[in-house]
C-alpha cells in the first residue's frame, strides 16, 4: 500500500497519513517514509499516542542517536537520547531551565562534532493558540541566492561552537581561535580571523575584548523589542510601518505581537524622555 501524504506547504514539509508510528514497520514501508522525509525536509505525524520507548525506537529507525553529552542538563536521566523542552515550573518552583529554549533561528546539535540528521518532536501539551514552531528550509533559501552571492560565499565555511574560550596572542592579544569542550575533552581550533556575533553585549564580545570602538563600527541604529496583545480582527502576518527617523516591524506571534522598533543609534535616552506616541 503507497504511503498517503499530504503536502503542508510550498517551501516544506508533508503529512504523512494513516500511520501509527509505534506499531512494528517493515523495511519496504518506513523506506517510503524516509524518502518522504528527504524530499519534503519535514514529515508530521499527527495524534500519535507512543510512549517514551516508542519515540525512542522510531526515531532510531532514522540512524543511531545522540545521548546528548553535550547537554547534560536537558537530557532525561532515564532516557538520554531524549530532551525536555517545556515552560512550566521545576518541582520546587523555580523557572524551567529550558524555558527559553528554541526561541531563536537554529538548527538542533548544529555546534556538536556530529551534527544530528534531525529531531523527532513529540508535543504532549498545546496552548489552545499560538506555541506554533517555525520551520524554513535552508536548501530553497540557497537556490533564491543570487548567481553573485552564491559565487561570494561558495569558498566561506562557518563553525559554530558551545562553550568555547578566546586562543590570543599573549604580545598582541590578537584572537586566534577559541578553545571548547567536546568529545574527548577541550580541543582547539585555529583562525585567522574569529567573528563573535551574538550581539552588542555578547559573551563573545567581551571575550574578545571588543569595546566601544567595535559597537561604533555596527550599523547606526538600536532595535528596541517589546510585545503588544493582539486582538481578534487584527490582521495576520508580517508588517511594517515606516516613519522619520524609525522603523516599526510587527511579527505575528499568535495571542501577541513581537513588536522590533528600529531607531537611531544612542537615541534610546532621548526617546525614553520624551516617550513613544501611540495612536489607537
Same mark, same amino acid.
Given at each position: ?16 497519513? *494513516? ?22 525536509? /519535514? ?5 500519535? *499516542? $507512543? ?76 496552548? =489552545? ?8 528550509? &535552508? ?5 533564491? +541566492? ?16 558551545? @562553550? ?12 586566534? @581561535? ?33 569595546? =566601544?570602538?567595535? /559597537?561604533?563600527?555596527?550599523?547606526? &541604529? ?20 515606516? @516613519?522619520?527617523?524609525? +522603523?516599526?516591524?510587527? +511579527?505575528?506571534?499568535? =495571542? =501577541?505581537?513581537? $513588536? ?15 516617550? $513613544?506616541?501611540?495612536?489607537?
Amino acid at each position: 500500500m503507497a504511503l498517503k501524504l499530504r503536502r503542508l506547504s510550498y517551501a516544506l514539509g508533508a503529512e504523512v497519513c *494513516d500511520i501509527d508510528v509505534s506499531k512494528p514497520m517493515g523495511e519496504a514501508q518506513f523506506g517510503e517514509i524516509y524518502r518522504a522525509f528527504l524530499q519534503y525536509g /519535514i514529515l508530521l505525524f499527527r495524534n500519535q *499516542d $507512543i510512549t517514551r520507548e516508542e519515540h525512542i525506537n522510531f526515531s532510531r529507525r532514522f540512524g543511531e542517536l545522540d545521548r546528548h553529552d553535550s547537554l547534560p542538563r536537558d537530557r532525561r536521566a532515564d532516557h538520554p537520547e531524549l530532551l525536555m523542552v517545556t515552560n512550566e515550573p521545576n518541582p520546587d518552583g523555580s523557572p524551567s531551565d529550558t524555558r527559553y529554549t528554541g526561541r531563536q533561528w537554529h538548527s538542533d546539535m548544529s555546534f556538536t562534532t556530529v551534527p544530528s540528521l534531525g529531531s523527532l518532536l513529540r508535543c504532549y501539551a498545546v496552548p =489552545e493558540v499560538g506555541g506554533d514552531t517555525l520551520f524554513a528550509n &535552508m536548501y530553497a533559501a540557497y537556490d533564491a +541566492l543570487s548567481d553573485g552571492m552564491k559565487k561570494l560565499i561558495a569558498g566561506l565555511h562557518g563553525i559554530q561552537l558551545s @562553550g568555547t574560550r578566546k586562543i590570543a596572542n599573549e604580545e598582541s592579544g590578537v584572537v586566534r @581561535g577559541v578553545r571548547y569542550r567536546g568529545e574527548g575533552g577541550e580541543h582547539e581550533l585555529r583562525a585567522t580571523l574569529t567573528v563573535g556575533a551574538d550581539g552588542r553585549f555578547s559573551k563573545l564580545r567581551k571575550l574578545s575584548g571588543l569595546g =566601544e570602538a567595535a /559597537i561604533r563600527a555596527s550599523p547606526p &541604529m538600536d532595535v528596541l523589542w517589546f510585545r503588544l496583545p493582539r486582538k481578534a480582527d487584527d490582521p495576520h502576518g508580517l508588517m511594517g510601518r515606516i @516613519g522619520a527617523g524609525h +522603523l516599526l516591524i510587527e +511579527l505575528d506571534r499568535g =495571542e =501577541e505581537w513581537q $513588536i522590533a522598533f528600529i531607531i537611531r543609534k544612542d537615541s534610546y535616552s532621548q526617546l525614553r524622555a520624551a516617550g $513613544i506616541e501611540v495612536r489607537l
